[in-house]
């Protein structure tokens, strides 16, 4: 065998033995509900656990990279949501093979979030990307 069939066998072979990277529906859906469960409880910890650790959560005005700088994002927004006269309400949640997308609107003390927007991308049963996008007023 030539080395390039060779390369290329082996190539194969270890992808097949790593399993899918991109996740069925199923699978996204399990993932992404897990983190929204930890966000609905406003814990840090469950609302980061299903990320890989070199995840990405981009916002408009800055990008966390890896699991310890999303962390930091979720105690900060927790923070937020944890003071009294707080109101979520999702109002779609869709998913299709490894993307996820949920539509929401919010309201604490110091803000109204209006059309909020996630998107999550699952890979080997972690969250790898998240978008996070809003229409923040202050009050």
Do not use: C
Not at 15 to 37: C, N, R, W, Y
Not at 117 to 135: E, L, N, W
């Amino acid at each position: 065998m030539s080395d390039r069939k060779q390369w290329l066998t082996l190539a194969f072979l270890a992808a097949l033995a790593a399993g899918p990277v991109f996740a069925d529906t199923e699978i996204t859906k399990d993932v992404v509900m897990s983190h929204l469960q930890g966000v609905g409880q406003l814990d840090v910890g469950a609302a980061v656990a299903p990320y890989a650790d070199d995840a990405t959560l981009i916002l408009a005005d800055k990008v966390y990279h890896g699991s310890d700088e999303i962390r930091g994002f979720f105690k900060t927004f927790f923070a937020e949501f944890s003071q009294a006269d707080v109101s979520m309400e999702t109002e779609a949640l869709v998913f299709e093979g490894n993307t996820a997308l949920t539509t929401w609107n919010a309201e604490s003390p110091n803000n109204v979030y209006e059309f909020g927007a996630d998107t999550f991308v699952v890979q080997y049963g972690k969250i790898v990307s998240h978008t996070m996008a809003a229409r923040i007023t202050p009050k």
